[in-house]
């Protein structure tokens, strides 16, 4: 089984998205062993217990430095036997040394075509409002493994939606987000079997 932990700040319809389709019997072998948020008010950690899954609100501000909050941070998922992280509108950048711990194994979706509209300043409705000033007539997700900086990693999966003229923000943002909900299951679906191999020869 791969357990894995979602990290989310938000609403977390991409964490419901996931869930579902491990309820649905679509990503197996898959389990979510912990959401954690940095949000304690977090919609997507009221869902989670509603789920009865394990929840943690951890945040930089609760501990005197990074380094005190990554090695809490680390413990907890190291305790819950997490192989993998999926950020799921998490609004934090990660301590360094999470990503170091889990290079290659941390995924993140991005409500835009990558490389395009991404990096810092890029998030929510910021990036659908970038899309229809710079005038394009495509957007999209893009799912990509997560490195140091900011929406840069490698890319997983990218679907397009169109841009249409009448759209605002708020429209291509809705549009953005149904094509997520399909795109993030499957993007953990095509890492998820590599990561599993990885990890049963590891403990071979
Ligand atoms: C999504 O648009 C995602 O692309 C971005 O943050 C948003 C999170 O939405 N990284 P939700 O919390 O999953 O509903």
Redesign the pocket.
Known sequence: MLSIAVF?S??????RAILDAIHAGNLPGVSIALVVSNNSDAG?LSFARESGLPTLHCSQKQFADEAAFSRALLETLQAHGIKAIVL??YMKKLPQALITAYRRRIL????ALLPRFGGKGM??IHVHEAVLAAGETESG?TVHLVDEEYDHGEVILQRRVPVLPIDTPQTLAAR??EV?HQLYPEALRQVAGAWSFANSERNT
């Not at 938000?10 to 964490?15: A, D, L, M, T, Y």
Request: charged share 10%.
């Open positions: 989310g938000g609403r977390g319809s991409n964490f997507i799921a509108g993140n979706i991005h409500p998030y929510g997700a953005v987000l997520e």
